[in-house]
């Protein structure tokens, strides 16, 4: 019963991501391509409503699904990883069509395909894993 609120928040977004065709490959490609703003405006929404969220758990004190505080990190000055970061998983979205949210609503769609991009999202995480120590962190 606990796990009922998780099932319906992920039908919840993949409806609203579906809806809104952010998961169409199509629409993916448009952005790469420049030739469309209807992934900036999906993308531009949900970074003016993260921003809201983190406003608002920081001014409540919200606590996570378990009860402890949700805590933010300081900034950190360093850069370069988030350049390495950006473009490894900008060249994943662009090859594959999707970034990691929609893989799992292009599965829920019949996108069979889609389980080979979630293997390579697991491996990448795995090696992430094996290699995070001597990485610019």
Not at 53 to 65: E, G, M, P, Y
């Amino acid at each position: 019963m606990k796990a009922l609120k998780y099932i319906l928040t992920g039908l919840v977004f993949g409806v609203i991501m579906a809806k809104s065709e952010a998961i169409s490959w199509y629409r993916i490609q448009e952005m790469f391509r420049f030739q469309s703003v209807h992934m900036y405006g999906i993308i531009g929404t949900a970074v003016v409503l993260g921003v809201i969220a983190v406003a608002l758990i920081k001014k409540f004190r919200l606590k996570d699904a378990q009860g402890n505080p949700i805590e933010f990190q300081d900034k950190d000055k360093s850069w370069r990883r988030y350049i390495i970061g950006g473009i490894i998983f900008g060249l994943g979205w662009a090859l594959t069509g999707a970034c990691p949210g929609p893989i799992f609503v292009n599965i829920g769609y019949g996108y069979w395909a889609m389980i080979i991009v979630v293997i390579g999202a697991l491996a990448g995480t795995y090696l992430y894993g094996v290699v995070r120590d001597r990485l610019p962190h």
